[in-house]
T-cell receptor
Framework: GAVVSQHPSWVICKSGTSVKIECRSLDFQATTMFWYRQFPKQSLMLMATSNEGSKATYEQGVEKDKFLINHASLTLSTLTVTSAHPEDSSFYIC??????????????FGSGTRLTVV | KNEVEQSPQNLTAQEGEFITINCSYSVGISALHWLQQHPGGGIVSLFMLSSGKKKHGRLIATINIQEKHSSLHITASHPRDSAVYICAVRGQGGSEKLVFGKGTKLTVNP
């Protein structure tokens, strides 16, 4: 249980175009989802926290107009990289916190999206 | 200095060896997570710890809150254990954010 499905797993796009990445919680409701970026040989860095029905909370240094996050339902959050540039090429991964019972929440991750901007 | 430090950065072992990966952190935490990231990038949550020790199959995770240190052990390692193992901590005060270590790349040779 507690699966997060992320699509696409990889995408190549031209500089200046926009790319949308989807994350769906398949068997639980996710009021909050997290979006991370990982550069080669680096640790995951939190970009933003996505809240269902409200605006996302962005980490310092992350451009909210460039990385648009929409969390319109309890099972779907999307990240749109607008006007992508080669420096946006990275591995993007989402996660959510399924309820495990007994007042405890875990973390489950999507499979990630490798974005290459050419 | 990173809030979460892992050692070693890289580890090569022979099949069957006992593996230990260490994680030290500098902040107060509510929980520590061990994650496994495979070459394709997908991440699997292995353990969530707030105290003591947990065991799942050949994997054992321990945490010492006073010393701000955790270890992940793999017994009877196998080539399929080859992956990057990441330590992540969640802060106190109801924070949901995880702070990640840089990971330990484990290669188990047959």
């Amino acid at each position: 249980g507690a699966v997060v499905s992320q699509h696409p797993s990889w995408v190549i796009c031209k500089s200046g175009t926009s790319v949308k990445i989807e994350c769906r919680s398949l068997d639980f409701q996710a009021t909050t989802m997290f979006w991370y970026r990982q550069f080669p040989k680096q640790s995951l860095m939190l970009m933003a926290t996505s809240n269902e029905g409200s605006k996302a909370t962005y980490e310092q240094g992350v451009e909210k107009d460039k990385f648009l996050i929409n969390h319109a339902s309890l099972t779907l959050s999307t990240l749109t990289v607008t006007s992508a540039h080669p420096e946006d090429s990275s591995f993007y991964i989402c996660s959510a916190r399924p309820y495990l019972g007994g007042g405890s929440y875990g973390y489950t991750f999507g499979s990630g999206t490798r974005l290459t901007v050419v | 200095k990173n809030e979460v430090e892992q050692s070693p950065q890289n580890l090569t072992a022979q099949e069957g060896e006992f593996i230990t990966i260490n994680c030290s952190y500098s902040v107060g935490i509510s929980a520590l997570h061990w994650l496994q990231q495979h070459p394709g990038g997908g991440i699997v949550s292995l353990f969530m710890l707030s105290s003591g020790k947990k065991k799942h199959g050949r994997l054992i995770a321990t945490i010492n809150i006073q010393e701000k240190h955790s270890s992940l052990h793999i017994t009877a390692s196998h080539p399929r254990d080859s992956a990057v193992y990441i330590c992540a901590v969640r802060g106190q005060g109801g924070s949901e954010k995880l702070v990640f270590g840089k990971g330990t790349k484990l290669t188990v040779n047959p």
